[in-house]
């Protein structure tokens, strides 16, 4: 027969603290990854939020520029603004004239 030797009652107690110790250790660290993980995704929503929110007012103030734009190169302001604040007048038209010899046409064909 072989003679099984029994845990003392020390060792016992001291593993099973030993267990204990370990799973409290592994919960608390458990935990503590989980409020890391949801803190850092909650930054980065946030983060997002204010990141969409600077593109909406980007494009609103894009849309701004361009009708300021369009306003801006209309041809009666510009035309108002030069007679107004530049003091230029309308040039007046020229008209040509072109006179064609009728024997030198005759002559080429």
Known sequence: MIKRRRRSKKN?????????FFTTLL??????????????????MLAIE????????LDNSLKELKMEVTTLSRSD??????????????????????????NQLNTTN
């Open 77 to 102: 302001r510009i035309s108002s603004v030069a007679r107004k604040e530049l003091n230029m007048v309308p040039a007046e038209p020229e008209t040509l004239m072109i006179f064609i010899n009728e």
């Open 27 to 44: 919960s608390i660290s458990g935990l503590i990854i989980y409020l890391w993980v949801y803190t850092e995704i909650d930054e980065t």
């Open 50 to 57: 204010v990141q969409n929110q600077v593109t909406k007012e």
């Open 12 to 20: 016992t107690e001291f593993l099973q603290t030993l267990l204990f």
